[in-house]
């Protein structure tokens, strides 16, 4: 049996959004927001397939009534697609440059979340288990200047110096998230990022502990104390040193054990 023609090869169909529109105000952002998409995604050596959160936008000249929405969506589709190359940060350049391309846009922006596993080794015992760092990156393409960055957020322990100093034995600890945004001048990892958030807190985490593991980052913590404050200069006098990156920013926040509120820091520099 034959299949029937498609309705848009049989009738004319307008194309609205491609109207004059006649107010003369330009659009800096319009898109889609908030679509889930699965997408695989490389860093190094380790590919994954993710779920990320999808923002995509283009500027809309002042004398056009709308954009075309689907090819925003197909944008992602093509990504999602079997046998796509995974997405990494190196590609946010013509992956942007892409998308002004196909809506003959003077500008656009891709702003994508995900949650990636890092493989971690338990520090005595070998045991080996996942921890998920959440992902965000953005690109952007405006008159022709293309920016992007690549931001972590890494969740370690941190124990304070005041109340070990202050105790006859033991000190509060509790779990802070390292938040890092990087605008790289070179591509970045990252496990990178990660690495660098963790050796400025007082212990990194671990999916799976055996008691041999746990009593050793229990006296790792207590061996390197450290405020919020330590955190964010930490991570931030590293970043400073490396010539990859740009600006940054770098915060943390500690959910505190013995207090009903969260001890915050925030570093930014170069924006």
Request: with cysteine; proline share 7%.
């Amino acid at each position: 049996m034959n299949r029937p023609e498609s309705p848009n090869l049989l009738i004319p169909i307008p194309d609205v959004q491609a109207e004059r529109d006649d107010r003369h105000l330009a659009i800096e952002r319009v898109g889609i927001k908030g679509l889930r998409y699965p997408l695989p995604f490389a860093d190094g050596d380790a590919t994954q397939a993710t779920i990320a959160t999808c923002n995509v936008y283009v500027a809309l000249p002042e004398d056009q009534k709308g954009t075309h929405m689907s090819r925003l969506v197909e944008l992602l589709e093509e990504r999602a697609a079997p046998g796509a190359t995974p997405l990494t940060v190196a590609m946010l350049k013509p992956f942007v440059a892409d998308l002004v391309a196909r809506l003959s846009a003077p500008g656009g922006r891709i702003e994508i979340a995900f949650p990636f596993f890092v493989r971690k080794l338990a520090p005595v015992s070998g045991v080996a288990s996942l921890l998920d760092i959440d992902v965000q990156l953005t690109a952007e393409l405006a008159s022709g200047a293309f920016n992007a960055t690549l931001g972590v957020s890494v969740p370690v322990t941190s124990l304070c110096p005041c109340s070990k100093e202050i105790s006859e034995y033991g000190a509060h600890n509790q779990r802070s998230l390292v938040t890092i945004v990087v605008r790289p001048r070179e591509p970045l990892q990252i496990t990178d990022l990660v690495r660098i958030a963790e050796d400025a807190a007082s212990c990194e985490l671990y999916g799976i502990l055996k008691r041999a593991d746990e009593k050793y980052v229990t006296e790792r913590a207590y061996d390197n104390p450290r405020f919020v404050e330590d955190l964010v200069r930490g991570v931030a006098s590293r970043l400073a040193a490396d010539g990859r990156c740009g600006a940054f920013t770098v915060e943390a926040e500690n959910f505190e054990s013995i207090h009903n509120h969260s001890a915050y820091a925030r570093i930014a520099r170069g924006w």
